[in-house]
């Protein structure tokens, strides 16, 4: 009899263990070290990126869950960037977050840091890191509806000229790919240039001059980002406007395409969220990884490397007329109150955050 109580206060013991890690921890009483690493702040993308991640961490200290907050930024330097992953894994961060230049040269920095017991997020740029967990904006889904977009506004036949980003990252490579993919459903589209302009307004600005000056002609625009800038050099050279173009979420391009189809639509136009607050949606979940909450099933998805993804799926679109997403004039009443550099930008609630883990 003694034998059998023994044997089930063992087995309550346990299921009560069970209970008890099932359950998850208060996140108040955390108060994780936490940095976040960005490889440039050089444009406005990146700029409100930091902005909204820090807003989240500020937020965050004051209810415990952080303790400190510190943003690294080795503006595009990769051997700055492997010292201030290493100074963030000195210091004893729990937390780094890392939206790295490219995606190679950090793989000792990864595996010091996983010995270390910290949890590094890679996050926009996903960095090809196995067993890691990234945060990205579901890049499959911008590029194509973009491109999709295009295509059928040029009729499915013209010349179109194509900007990348910055080729070496994983977010660029994705959208070439599923640019390409879209683009072979169109056979009578061609592609007349490829070029990149790190997403700059002032690069693309540069390298839509060059095009301009070279005398190659075009139908449409298929860019990452950066459509302020070609449109200045078009309007500085006095060079017809595309029939079509595609996306940029900052305000500036919003109130240019707005002047420029006043009277008649000059640019038909997609634009899709690649939102800057993809840092603090990872914010968000990353301090509820480290704390040891379990994902839900099917909310992450396998990545290309042995990692798993977390995508945020784009859900603002702006067109001319609001055929797709919201119209125009529409997104113009939205952010009258922003400046000409700001972005359209959001990121996931709290409670969006928790529904992500098993409760």
Known sequence: MKKLVCTLLA???????????????????????????????????????????????????????????????????????????????????????????????????????EEAGILVVPVDNLY???????????????????????????????????????VATSGSSVRSDTWAEVLAEYPDIEVVYYG?????????KVVMAEVLASGIEYDGILTEEACVGILEAIEE?????????TSDEEIGYLRMLER???????????IIENPPGIGATALKLAVRMKAGWEWNDGVLADGTDGNLVYYYEPTLIVTQDGSEGISLA???????DMEDTDQVSAYITDEVADACFAE
Not at 38 to 47: C, K, L, Q
Not at 150 to 155: D, F, I, P, Q, V
Not at 157 to 162: T, V
């Open 260 to 270: 420029i189809n006043a009277d008649e639509t000059k640019i038909d136009f997609y």
């Open 330 to 336: 529409e997104a113009l009443e939205m952010t009258k």
């Open 237 to 245: 050279a006095g060079a017809a406007y595309p029939k079509a173009m």
């Open 11 to 113: 087995l309550l013991m346990l299921l009560t263990c069970a209970s008890a890690l099932a359950e998850r921890s208060d996140l108040t009483t955390m108060g994780f070290k936490v940095a976040s690493l960005n490889a440039t702040n050089a444009h406005g993308w990146r700029s409100v990126y930091d902005a909204q991640l820090r807003e989240v961490a500020e937020e965050y200290m004051e209810l415990g869950i952080i303790s400190e907050y510190q943003e690294f930024c080795p503006q595009n330097d990769s051997a700055t960037e492997v010292q201030m992953f290493e100074t963030c894994i000195n210091e004893g961060y729990d937390i780094i977050l890392i939206n790295a230049i490219g995606s190679s040269g950090l793989d000792a920095c990864f595996e010091a840091a």
């Open 128 to 166: 090809p890191w196995e067993g890691s967990i990234g945060v990205q904006t579901n890049q499959y889904v911008w590029a194509g509806n973009a491109c999709r977009y295009l295509c059928e506004a040029l009729g499915g036949k013209g010349k179109i000229l194509q900007f990348n980003g910055q």
């Open 196 to 204: 990149a302009h790190n997403w700059s307004q002032t690069e693309s």
